[in-house]
Antibody
Framework: QITLRESGPTLVEPTQTLTLTCTFS??????????VGWIRQPPGKALEWLAL???????SNSPSLKDRLTITKDTSNNQVVLTMTNVDPMDTGTYYC????????????WGQGAKVTVSS | EIVLTQSPGTLSLSPGDRATLSCRAS??????LAWYQQKPGQAPRLLIY???IRAAGTPARFSGSGSGTDFTLTISSLESEDFAIYYC?????????FGQGTRLEIK
């Protein structure tokens, strides 16, 4: 069974750094063509892609958030970590991690999401 | 950045109706277009990838078509569980982008 689970703080103060961890099972980031990405959704709004990392080391971030985002993978512990610096109330929302497969170029399996509120 | 524009924003239909949702790309995404369904309080679920291939578990009443810049998701006969928000997404190039979504609501 393949699962992904997001974890991290539910409340972050403005200007602080948000660190979210995606812990997955049932697949490996050592397998060719497999990636894990982060997508967020502000309350009542559309999905927004944030970052993606692949098994071959390729990775990319959203250009609109590029300087604030870092995505790293820990293949031995089956985790992908997203770090977002200098958070703002506009960063409030649900953050999802999802598996991405290169053959389909789609996010085929998603975590349940982690709700994050940025507020003082 | 490739912009995906979905239409209509909201579609009001009845169970048994045929639904046609559109996704238009600002430049060609070849066939690298996926469709997702999201219900309230739930994570998105992949329905269609590579423009027209149903993901595992997607009912046959869902079909995708199109290539290049114009894509369509069709639900042949709506069932009650199909009323949700639908998003398209591409990964033909960086960055990945999603459309703004189409809300399918019960008339």
């Amino acid at each position: 069974q393949i699962t992904l689970r997001e974890s991290g703080p539910t409340l972050v103060e403005p200007t602080q750094t948000l660190t979210l961890t995606c812990t997955f099972s049932g697949f490996s980031l050592l397998t060719s063509g497999v990636g894990v990405g982060w997508i967020r959704q502000p309350p009542g709004k559309a999905l927004e892609w944030l970052a993606l990392t692949y098994s071959d080391g390729e990775k990319s971030n959203s250009p609109s958030l590029k300087d604030r985002l870092t995505i790293t993978k820990d293949t031995s512990n089956n985790q992908v970590v997203l770090t977002m610096t200098n958070v703002d109330p506009m960063d409030t929302g649900t953050y999802y991690c999802a598996r991405h497969l290169e053959p389909s170029q789609a996010f085929d399996l998603w975590g349940q999401g982690a709700k994050v509120t940025v507020s003082s | 950045e490739i912009v995906l524009t979905q239409s209509p924003g909201t579609l009001s239909l009845s169970p048994g109706d045929r639904a046609t949702l559109s996704c238009r790309a600002s430049q060609s995404v070849r066939d690298y277009l996926a469709w997702y369904q999201q219900k309230p309080g739930q994570a998105p679920r992949l329905l269609i990838y590579y423009a027209s291939i149903r993901a595992a578990g997607t009912p046959a009443r869902f079909s995708g078509s199109g290539s290049g810049t114009d894509f369509t998701l069709t639900i042949s006969s709506l069932e009650s569980e199909d009323f949700a928000i639908y998003y398209c997404q591409h990964r033909s190039d960086w960055p990945v982008t999603f459309g703004q979504g189409t809300r399918l609501e019960i008339k």
